[in-house]
């Protein structure tokens, strides 16, 4: 069966459009899959550290431990669920955002035009368009009348393109004036709009974040594994216990595996997007706070962002470079006078304060064309017979042969028109679009006037346009520089317009790469030219995600912002991404966080919270690893040669639970001012320098104190294990307020309150235990107070010595 192809003035019929309806399917685009509490949830049980506590959970059911089997399951639900719940949500707040309008297109059918949804669209339809609609499909101009597209959601072009027959559009476009009768040749998956929808649907790709957390993760399986097999085999092998040496192996593991850690990210996200919110930024992907307060480059168009995506009358000069009120008052009465479809040049001359127009009345209008591009009005100015054309330059000059020039009537000759011409291409270069005004008086009045009357005219002036910056980003902008983000403007607009802009607001260009340099190099040359570059201009969709990767490849934490149709692959590509609440919904879908004002000013704010989560998060795994790590080997290293486990699995467990229970205020912990005044990564190599180098501080005083307890005091099973668990959990506690920060705790750095009355009240309910009949359940025995001060004096001077070493480490590593 043949297409059906409609005629332009009756259209498809409803029995054709039916039909092509059932083969084509509905006009609409690909979009992400919604999210599913479910799937979120299985998706974040495959993380290793959980799969270990699992295991270790199901071995600890399989023979009947079932107080060991439901602390660890109880670490991994409230864990999981708390994450799956804060994504959950921050998903809602962003669907809430989304317009919830159907989009209606103008359809003739049966030679009728009718209002239809526009998903009903299809292929050979006729689309009738004006001012304010959206091109709902891809088609090609039929015929048009002054009709003016903004493509800036597609192409970054910030000035609306005039589209004439046989021209094409593309879904996701704007008629901002005139009117248009448009053939549609592809709908929904067919669209270029829907092919840039479908490459979000990929996965995607981990950031520079999630890439340090994988590492991280299988850097403690690893360990765990080695540890937890040397233990079992010696000490099944020397005590020939084999269930007790797996059970003591297995709770092993579960110490040396920091299970709070999903648990720790998810408040400290879900706290940093609560504040972030204040601050009129929603986060939709909470992982991606992470990589915000990493970021050290911010890649944004310019439009909306560091202008304020209005264009406006920025200058009306006179032939001498001078600002005429003559000019803009000409310029504003053929404006305001006109009757044809006004475009935003006419808008922003007239949004300006009008000139004294009392006596003028109009009389006549010579309609907009596109052979002249110019129009004219003719009025009565005081009773003086006056046409005004106003229009692209070379066309007003070549209807022009004298001029206003130093103040008087000049003949229009080579000399005066070459020094136009230099004033017109001065202006051009600095990113103004240029249009000029002329004048004639008409001596005789007439009954109607046309085109033949735009001849002998006289050059009065110009009249210069730009979307103008807004006032407060230059500030923005040395807030972002001090914070040690350098920004990258990454547009489908020209270089001229954009390096003005930047001229006005201060911001330094390195360097100026284009769209069409860019296929000629090679990733690796790309990455060296874009580093180099502030301004990257007259880049198509394709480009500015290729931007983004070779950015990222060269060791960088890209931030993207963008708002169009254009801007969702490199949203989707880059480590966080932010779109605008008014954006098109794709560019929604593909980021991690939607601003409600597209303003520099917003991401500054929340920088600053980005930057305390991540330092936060960073806390826990340093103090954990090093601290966990320090006390397994210990525990392994005593297991080998007392004649007693130095601890039970379920002393070792409730060691472990308590420690993490205290962490969960660390989200809510002070950030030293010096942490958050540049961009921080998350080093793998110096995470594990750190757990090298303070892990065996930390073993070096638990076998001080086996030699204490079990050397001096002479002390076996219950007493030992007693005494060893609370100066493990006392050390572990305390040397929390020193690992914390740089600086001297309490003096230059305080922690938060609930982070220290919480370490401090685990100490306390680890003492209640071991001295009240709850102990007996956890086989503890309680303790003469000299081993209590041996224990005390033992945890001073480890303090102590953690102190002093950690402010050699620091000062050696920049951590």
Same mark, same amino acid.
């Given at each position: 069966?043949?297409?059906?192809?409609?005629?332009?003035?009756? @259209?498809?019929?409803?029995?054709?459009?039916?039909?092509?309806?059932?083969?084509?399917?509905?006009?609409?685009?690909?979009? &992400?899959?919604?999210?599913?509490?479910?799937?979120?949830?299985?998706?974040?049980? &495959?993380?290793?550290?959980?799969?270990?506590?699992?295991?270790?959970?199901?071995?600890?059911? /399989?023979?009947? %431990?079932?107080?060991?089997?439901?602390?660890?399951?109880?670490?991994?639900?409230?864990?999981?669920?708390?994450?799956?719940?804060?994504?959950?949500?921050?998903?809602?707040?962003?669907?809430?955002?989304?317009?919830?309008?159907?989009?209606?297109?103008?359809?003739?059918?049966?030679?009728?035009?009718?209002?239809?949804?526009?998903?009903?669209?299809?292929?050979?339809?006729?689309?009738?368009?004006?001012?304010?609609?959206?091109?709902?499909?891809?088609?090609?101009?039929?015929?048009?009348?002054?009709?003016?597209?903004?493509?800036?959601?597609?192409?970054?072009?910030?000035?609306?393109?005039?589209?004439?027959?046989? =021209?094409?559009?593309?879904?996701?476009?704007?008629?901002?004036?005139?009117?248009?009768?448009?053939?549609?040749?592809?709908?929904?998956?067919?669209?270029?709009?829907?092919?840039?929808?479908?490459?979000?649907?990929?996965? %995607?790709?981990?950031?520079?974040?999630?890439?340090?957390?994988?590492?991280?993760?299988?850097?403690?399986?690893?360990?765990?594994?080695?540890?937890?097999?040397?233990?079992?085999?010696?000490?099944?092998?020397?005590?020939?216990?084999? /269930?007790?040496?797996?059970?003591?192996?297995?709770?092993?593991?579960?110490?040396?595996?920091?299970?709070?850690?999903?648990?720790?990210?998810?408040?400290?996200?879900?706290?940093?997007?609560?504040?972030?919110?204040?601050?009129?930024?929603?986060?939709?992907?909470?992982?991606?706070?992470? =990589?915000?307060?990493?970021?050290?480059?911010?890649?944004?168009?310019?439009?909306?962002?560091?202008?304020?995506?209005?264009?406006?009358?920025?200058?009306?000069?006179? /032939?001498?470079?001078?600002?005429?009120?003559?000019?803009?008052?000409?310029?504003?009465?053929?404006?305001?006078?006109?009757?044809? #479809?006004?475009?935003?040049?006419?808008?922003?001359?007239?949004?300006?304060?009008?000139?004294?127009?009392?006596?003028?009345?109009?009389?006549?209008?010579?309609?907009?064309?596109?052979?002249?591009?110019?129009?004219?009005?003719?009025?009565?100015?005081?009773?003086?017979?006056?046409?005004?054309? &106003?229009?692209?330059?070379?066309?007003?000059?070549?209807?022009?042969?004298?001029?206003?020039?130093?103040?008087?009537?000049?003949?229009?000759?080579?000399?005066?028109?070459?020094?136009?011409?230099?004033?017109?291409?001065?202006?051009?270069?600095?990113?103004?679009?240029?249009?000029?005004?002329?004048?004639?008086?008409?001596?005789?009045?007439?009954?109607?006037?046309?085109?033949?009357?735009?001849?002998?005219?006289?050059?009065?002036?110009?009249?210069?346009?730009?979307?103008?910056?807004?006032?407060?980003?230059?500030?923005?902008?040395?807030?972002?520089?001090?914070? @040690?983000?350098?920004?990258?403007?990454?547009?489908?607009?020209?270089?001229?317009?954009?390096?003005?802009?930047? %001229?006005?607001?201060?911001?330094?260009?390195?360097?100026?790469?284009?769209?069409? !340099?860019?296929?000629?190099?090679?990733?690796?040359?790309?990455?060296?030219?874009?580093?180099?570059?502030?301004?990257?201009?007259?880049?198509?969709?394709?480009?500015?995600?290729?931007?983004?990767?070779?950015?990222?490849?060269?060791?960088?934490?890209?931030?993207?912002?963008?708002?169009?149709?254009?801007?969702?692959?490199?949203?989707?590509?880059?480590?966080?991404?932010?779109?605008?609440?008014?954006?098109?919904?794709?560019?929604?879908?593909?980021?991690?966080?939607?601003?409600?004002?597209?303003?520099?000013?917003?991401?500054?704010?929340?920088?600053? !919270?980005?930057?305390?989560?991540?330092? =936060?998060?960073?806390?826990?795994?340093?103090?954990?690893?090093?601290?966990?790590?320090?006390?397994?080997?210990?525990?392994?290293?005593?297991?080998?040669?007392?004649? #007693?486990?130095?601890?039970?699995?379920?002393?070792?467990?409730?060691?472990?639970?308590?420690?993490?229970?205290?962490?969960?205020?660390?989200?809510? %912990?002070?950030?030293?001012?010096?942490?958050?005044?540049?961009?921080?990564?998350?080093?793998?190599?110096?995470?594990?320098?750190?757990?090298? #180098?303070?892990?065996?501080?930390?073993?070096?005083?638990?076998?001080?104190?086996?030699?204490?307890?079990?050397?001096?005091?002479?002390?076996?099973?219950?007493?030992?294990?007693?005494?060893?668990?609370?100066?493990?959990?006392?050390?572990?506690?305390?040397?929390?307020?020193?690992?914390?920060?740089?600086?001297?705790?309490? #003096?230059?750095?305080?922690?938060?309150?609930?982070?220290?009355?919480?370490?401090?009240?685990?100490?306390?309910?680890?003492?209640?235990?071991?001295?009240?009949?709850?102990?007996?359940?956890?086989?503890?025995?309680?303790?003469?107070?000299?081993?209590?001060?041996?224990?005390?004096?033992?945890?001073?001077?480890?303090?102590?010595?953690?102190?002093?070493?950690?402010?050699?480490?620091?000062?050696?590593?920049?951590?």
């Amino acid at each position: 069966m043949q297409t059906a192809v409609a005629t332009h003035n009756q @259209g498809l019929s409803s029995a054709q459009a039916a039909d092509a309806l059932k083969r084509f399917g509905a006009n609409s685009i690909a979009s &992400k899959e919604r999210f599913s509490i479910f799937k979120d949830f299985i998706t974040r049980l &495959k993380n290793p550290l959980l799969i270990v506590l699992i295991f270790a959970a199901s071995v600890s059911a /399989l023979v009947r %431990d079932w107080t060991s089997s439901i602390i660890i399951i109880l670490m991994v639900l409230v864990s999981v669920v708390l994450d799956t719940f804060n994504t959950f949500k921050s998903e809602k707040a962003a669907e809430k955002l989304k317009a919830q309008v159907q989009l209606l297109a103008n359809v003739v059918r049966d030679g009728q035009a009718h209002e239809i949804p526009a998903v009903s669209i299809v292929p050979h339809d006729i689309v009738l368009l004006a001012a304010g609609d959206m091109v709902p499909a891809d088609g090609v101009v039929l015929d048009s009348k002054e009709f003016f597209v903004n493509e800036s959601e597609l192409t970054g072009e910030s000035f609306p393109v005039e589209k004439f027959t046989d =021209n094409e559009v593309s879904m996701g476009s704007s008629a901002v004036s005139g009117e248009a009768t448009v053939l549609i040749k592809s709908t929904g998956a067919q669209t270029k709009l829907s092919s840039i929808a479908r490459r979000l649907a990929a996965p %995607d790709e981990l950031s520079e974040f999630d890439v340090g957390l994988k590492k991280f993760s299988y850097l403690i399986v690893r360990i765990t594994f080695i540890l937890v097999i040397v233990v079992f085999l010696i000490n099944a092998g020397f005590k020939h216990n084999i /269930l007790e040496a797996f059970m003591f192996s297995l709770a092993l593991a579960v110490g040396l595996t920091p299970e709070m850690l999903p648990m720790i990210i998810a408040l400290n996200l879900s706290k940093g997007s609560l504040l972030m919110a204040k601050h009129g930024v929603i986060v939709k992907k909470l992982s991606a706070i992470q =990589n915000f307060g990493t970021m050290d480059i911010l890649c944004t168009d310019k439009t909306g962002t560091l202008t304020e995506d209005k264009i406006a009358l920025i200058k009306h000069l006179d /032939l001498d470079g001078n600002e005429s009120d003559n000019v803009f008052r000409q310029a504003f009465i053929v404006s305001s006078m006109r009757t044809g #479809f006004h475009n935003p040049l006419d808008a922003a001359i007239k949004a300006n304060t009008p000139p004294p127009l009392e006596e003028v009345n109009k009389v006549d209008e010579i309609p907009f064309d596109y052979p002249r591009k110019r129009d004219s009005v003719v009025f009565s100015d005081k009773g003086v017979i006056t046409l005004v054309s &106003k229009g692209a330059f070379e066309e007003i000059v070549a209807v022009c042969s004298s001029c206003r020039f130093g103040g008087q009537n000049k003949i229009f000759d080579k000399n005066i028109h070459d020094k136009a011409e230099v004033m017109y291409q001065q202006l051009s270069s600095e990113g103004f679009r240029v249009l000029a005004v002329a004048q004639k008086v008409i001596p005789e009045k007439k009954e109607a006037y046309t085109k033949s009357d735009e001849t002998n005219m006289e050059l009065i002036g110009l009249l210069a346009f730009l979307d103008p910056p807004k006032k407060d980003v230059s500030e923005t902008l040395q807030v972002m520089e001090d914070k @040690g983000i350098e920004i990258k403007i990454v547009t489908g607009d020209n270089e001229l317009v954009t390096k003005k802009i930047t %001229d006005e607001i201060g911001l330094k260009v390195k360097g100026i790469l284009l769209g069409s !340099e860019m296929s000629l190099l090679s990733d690796a040359a790309l990455g060296l030219r874009v580093e180099a570059a502030t301004i990257i201009a007259r880049v198509n969709p394709e480009q500015k995600e290729r931007i983004v990767k070779v950015l990222r490849e060269r060791n960088h934490v890209v931030g993207y912002l963008g708002d169009g149709i254009n801007d969702a692959p490199p949203l989707k590509a880059a480590d966080v991404s932010f779109s605008v609440n008014n954006a098109v919904d794709v560019a929604k879908e593909a980021a991690d966080m939607i601003l409600m004002h597209k303003s520099l000013r917003n991401l500054t704010d929340g920088i600053t !919270e980005g930057r305390k989560t991540f330092v =936060n998060t960073k806390k826990y795994m340093m103090m954990n690893l090093s601290s966990n790590f320090g006390n397994m080997f210990s525990m392994a290293a005593a297991s080998l040669f007392l004649p #007693f486990l130095p601890m039970l699995p379920i002393q070792v467990l409730l060691n472990n639970l308590m420690y993490d229970t205290s962490q969960l205020a660390l989200p809510l %912990d002070n950030v030293d001012a010096e942490d958050l005044a540049k961009p921080r990564r998350l080093d793998l190599g110096l995470i594990k320098k750190f757990m090298l #180098f303070f892990g065996p501080i930390s073993s070096f005083f638990d076998f001080t104190t086996f030699f204490v307890l079990f050397g001096i005091f002479h002390l076996y099973d219950a007493p030992f294990q007693t005494g060893w668990f609370l100066e493990s959990l006392t050390t572990q506690m305390l040397v929390v307020y020193i690992i914390r920060t740089k600086k001297i705790p309490f #003096f230059q750095s305080m922690p938060s309150k609930i982070l220290g009355i919480t370490a401090l009240a685990m100490v306390a309910v680890a003492f209640f235990l071991t001295y009240s009949r709850f102990g007996n359940y956890f086989k503890f025995a309680p303790l003469p107070w000299p081993i209590i001060a041996w224990i005390a004096g033992i945890t001073v001077v480890y303090l102590v010595v953690t102190e002093a070493m950690k402010r050699w480490f620091f000062k050696r590593y920049d951590f």
